[in-house]
C-alpha cells in the first residue's frame, strides 16, 4: 500500500511539474497597460490574451526552457525566454509602424502589410479606439482612397477607384466571411445590419479587381470584417453613446447608440458570445426641390418637377384649343396652345418616416474538440432596421430584416463554411408612388387633367380672352386650373392625409400603393486548403464557392408574380506563392474559373510580386497583373418595376415579356389615335421597339437598338511602394484599369402607338408626348477605362504627436461621343486629400485625435438625378478620458464639426454635423 501511495505521489509531482505557469503584465513603452495582446508559446498554438489592466496568465503542460511570443496591433513582436516555474515577467511593447501589421485578405493566407502583393489598407483595434468618428464604420472614410457615400444614417456605402453607387454591386463586403449583401437588392446596407463595433476585431480593405480570389462580386474592391474570437476575447464588454445630429434643413435632433458583448472560454475547448446593439435617431432630410429636368422652374410652372416633391412626375399634354373647340357653348378658334401639366406632388418630409434605427445581434459558440486549431463555429447574425435607400427612386426601408446563419469548420490550413442569408422588407415602400397614389386616392389623373384643362379654359373664355393672351394671362390661368383641379387635395397633417398615406404604404400593387414586398434568400458555400504544411516547395492553395439565388419580391421588385426565380453560380480557384533570393522575392500567381449558369464561364488570373530592395526591410516594390469579371446582378437580369420616371427592366431572355402595365393617360390626340385613354405596355418593347434618349433630345429619332446584358470584364495593372525612409512611412500605388463589355443602364422611349421605323405614327407618338420611357440593362460598346494614384505618408512629429496625410487621384477615360445614351457612373472625385494629427498619450490617460478631408467638386451620374457634387472640407475630432480603475474609455467627440452641410448624391439627405459623447467599458 505504501509503494502505491508512494507512485501516486511520484505522478503527481511529475503532473505539478509538468504545468508551468507564466504570469505579468503586458504595456507600452509609456506604461500604458495594453488589453487584447496575444501571448502565445512558440511553435504552438497555445496562448492567452490580457486583459483590460494588461495582466495575463498563462498556464502550459510544458517544462522550462521555452519561448513565449508577445504581439499586438500598432506594436513590435517580443519574443521572450521561460526559464523558471513560475515565472513573472511584464512585458514592454515597443510601438510599431503600419508596415508590420499582419493581413489576410490580399492572398487569402497570413502575411504582413509590408509583404502584400497589392494594395492594403487596414482599420485595426487601435484605429477603433482613437477614431474621431461616431461609429467605426463612419471612420474607414478616413483610409486611403476611400469613399464613404451617405444614404442616410444608418446606411453608408463603401467604394474605391470610382463607379460609386448607392447601389454598390461592384464592391463587395465580407463579415466572417460572409458575404452580407441584401439579397434582393444585390447590394451590402452599410453597417446597418453588420457588426457591433464592441466585436471588430479587423477591418481590411482591397481596392481594385479580387475576382482572382473572391469571385464575380470583388469586380471594384472588397472589404473585411472579422469579429473577435471569444477563446482570446472574454469578458464583458460595453459602450453607450448619444449626441445629436443638426443639420439646417432638419435642425437638432437627438440619438442614441449603445451596445453589450458577452464572451467567456468555459474551457479550452468550448467558448461562446453574443453582442447586441441599438442605435436610433433621426435621418438627413432630402429637401432639394431644384427641377433637374427644367432648371429654373418651380411649382408656379405648369409641368414642374421637383428633385424631393413626388407625384409631380405625373404629366400629360393638353390641347387647350382642340379641348376648347369641343368644350365651350359656342365654337369660337381660340389661341391658348398646348402646354404639358404636371400634377401636384408631395415633399418628401410629408411621405417618409425619417426615423433612423438598428438593431443587430450577433450568436456564435465555438468548438475546439481536440484543444487545438481545429474549430468548428455556429454562428447567427441577426438585425433589423429602418434606413433610406436610393437608387432610381427614395425608398423608405422600415422594419427591414435580415438573418445570416453559418456553420464553419477551420484550422490554421483550411475552412469550410455554409451560410444562408435571408430577409423581408417589412413595411418598406416607394416614396414616389406613394406620392402618385396619394393623389389617386383623392381624385384620379383623368378627372384632375380633365379639371385643369375646364378651369384653364373658363378662366381665359370667362374674360372674354380668346386669342393672344398675354404671358400673365396665361400664368393667371395655370393657376387657377391648378387651385381648381387641386380642390380636395389631401394635405399633410391632416387625418384624412395619414389614413390614405397608410392604406398606400401597405398595398403592394404598384397601380394603387407603393409597398414592396421581399422574401428573397442566398445560399452559400465557400471551401479553401493551403497545402504549405504538406509541401516545401511552394504555398499551394486551392478553393472553391457556390451560390444560389432565391429571389421572391412577389412581383414588386421583380418579375417573379408567379414564385421564386432561381438559379446558380459556382466557382474554383488555386493559388502558389513562391518565395526566392533569401526570402526577399515572393512571386503569387492565381486563377479563378466561374460559371453563371446564363452564361459562359469565365477565367480570371492573377501575377503579382513582391520584392524587398534591401536587408533591414525597409524598401519593398509590388506589381500585379490580373483580370477580373462581373456577372449582371440579380437586378440586371430579373427587375420589372415602374420608377415613376422610368420603368426597369431586366433583360434576362426570359424576362422581357413578363413585365405589363397599363400606361399612363394619353395625350387628347394620342386617346383619338388609340382610341381609348391608355394602352398595354410591355417590357419587352424597351429591347424590341424603342427610340434612343440622344436621338430623340438631337430631333433626329433613331433605333434604340439595345443588346442583352452580359458579363463586364476588367485588365487591371497595379505597381506601388511600401518603406520606411527615417521617420516617414510610405505607401504609394499607381492603377490603370481596362475594360470590355462595361455593364450599362440605357434609357430608351417606346412609343405608346406606332413601330419604330414607320416614319409616322411613332413619330406621331413622340410630337404627342405619348412615349413610355424605359431603363435598359445592356453592355457599352465605348472604349471605357480608369487609371489612378495614391500615396500615404505617416510619421511622428513634435514629440511623438501622430501625424499622416494621403492623398488619391482617379480619372475616368470615356468617349461620350461613341456611346451617348450611356453614363458610367463614375461619381468619384478626382482629387482627394486627407490627414490626421493626434496622440494617444497628450496626458496620462488622456489623448486626441483630429482627422481632415478635401475633396474638388465631381459629377454624379445616377437614375434618380444627375449634378454636380461641390467640393467640401470636413474635419471631425475627438478628446478621450481612460479611467483604468473602472476599465472606462470616455469620448467626446464630433464629426463635420464645423457643419458644412453637405450631400454625397443629388437628392440625397444633406449632411451635418453629429457630436457625441460615449462611455465604453472593458473594450
Known sequence: ????????????????????????????????????????????????????????????????????????????????????????????????????????????????????????????????????????????????????????????????????????????????????????????????????????????????????????????????????????????????????????????????????????????????????????????????????????????????????????????????????????????????????????????????????????????????????????????????????????NRYSIQDFFMQQHKLEVRNDNFFARIYTTAEKAGNSYDTRFTAINVNRFWKGDTEWFTDYAGAFIGNLAGQGIFANPTQDQIAAAHAAARAAADTGRLLPGTAEFDQALETITSDGNLETGSKFTDNSKIYHGDLNYNFSHLIDFAEIMVGGSWRQYSLNSGGTIYTDNDGPIEYNEYGAYTQIQKKLMDDRLKLTGSIRYDKSEFFDGFVSPRVSFNYTADEDEKHNIRGSFQTGFRNPSTQDLFIGLNAGRAILVGSAPDNLDRYTATSAQLSTAGQLIAGSNTVQLNGGDAYTNAFSLASVEAGAPASADVSLVKPERVTAYEIGYRGKVNKFIIDLSAYYNSYEDFISNRTVLTPLYGEVGDNTLSLLALQNGDFQAYQTYTNSNADISSYGASIGVETKILNGFDFGVNYTYAKLDYDESQDPDFETNFNTPEHKVKASFGKTDLLKNFGFNINWRWNDSFLWESTFADGIIPARNIIDAQVNLTVPSIKSTFKVGGANILSHDYVSAPGSGAVGAQYFVSWTINQ
Open 1 to 392: 500500500m505504501k509503494t502505491i501511495i508512494k507512485i501516486m505521489m511520484l505522478f503527481c509531482c511529475v503532473f505539478t511539474f509538468a504545468q508551468t505557469t507564466v504570469k505579468g503584465k503586458v504595456s507600452d513603452n509609456n506604461g500604458i497597460p495594453l488589453p487584447g495582446a496575444n501571448i502565445i508559446v512558440v511553435g504552438t498554438t497555445t496562448g492567452t490574451i490580457s486583459d483590460y489592466d494588461g495582466n495575463y496568465t498563462l498556464v502550459v503542460d510544458q517544462e522550462p526552457p521555452f519561448s513565449i511570443q508577445v504581439s499586438s496591433v500598432g506594436f513590435e513582436t517580443v519574443t521572450v525566454e521561460i526559464t523558471t516555474n513560475p515565472q513573472t515577467i511584464d512585458i514592454t511593447m515597443i510601438e510599431g509602424t503600419s508596415l508590420d501589421e499582419v493581413v489576410i485578405s490580399a492572398s487569402r493566407t497570413p502575411e504582413r502589410i509590408f509583404e502584400s502583393p497589392v494594395t492594403v489598407e487596414r482599420f485595426g483595434l487601435k484605429d477603433i479606439k482613437n477614431t474621431s468618428a461616431p461609429s467605426f464604420f463612419d471612420g474607414i472614410e478616413n483610409l486611403k482612397g476611400v469613399d464613404l457615400n451617405t444614404n442616410s444614417l444608418t446606411f453608408k456605402s463603401v467604394n474605391t477607384r470610382g463607379f460609386a453607387t448607392f447601389a454598390n454591386n461592384r464592391f463587395m463586403q465580407l463579415v466572417d466571411g460572409m458575404d452580407n449583401s441584401s439579397p434582393a437588392l444585390n447590394f451590402a446596407l452599410g453597417n446597418l445590419l453588420g457588426m457591433s463595433e464592441l466585436d471588430v476585431n479587423t477591418v481590411e480593405l482591397l481596392p481594385g479587381a479580387s475576382s482572382a480570389l473572391y469571385g464575380a462580386n470583388a469586380f471594384n474592391g472588397i472589404m473585411f470584417m472579422t469579429s473577435k474570437n471569444p477563446f482570446d476575447h472574454q469578458g464583458v464588454s460595453f459602450y453607450a453613446k448619444t449626441g445629436i445630429t443638426s443639420s439646417d434643413n432638419a435642425g437638432d435632433n437627438n440619438f442614441v447608440d449603445a451596445g453589450i458583448r458577452v464572451a467567456k472560454a468555459f474551457s479550452d475547448k468550448f467558448a461562446a458570445k453574443a453582442s447586441v446593439s441599438f442605435l436610433n435617431g433621426t435621418e438627413w432630410f432630402a429637401t432639394d426641390y431644384r427641377d433637374f429636368e427644367n432648371p429654373g422652374q418651380t411649382r408656379l410652372d405648369p409641368s414642374y418637377d421637383g428633385l424631393n416633391i413626388y407625384g409631380d412626375e405625373v404629366s400629360t399634354t393638353l390641347d387647350f384649343d382642340e379641348i376648347a373647340a369641343g368644350a365651350l357653348p359656342i365654337p369660337v378658334a381660340t389661341d391658348y396652345g398646348s402646354s404639358t401639366i404636371s400634377r401636384t406632388g408631395y415633399e418628401e418630409r410629408d411621405l417618409m418616416n425619417y426615423e433612423a434605427e438598428s438593431l443587430k445581434a450577433d450568436f456564435a459558440l465555438h468548438f475546439k474538440p481536440w484543444a487545438d486549431d481545429f474549430e468548428i463555429v455556429l454562428n447567427s447574425k441577426i438585425g433589423r432596421g429602418n434606413t433610406i435607400y436610393q437608387g432610381a
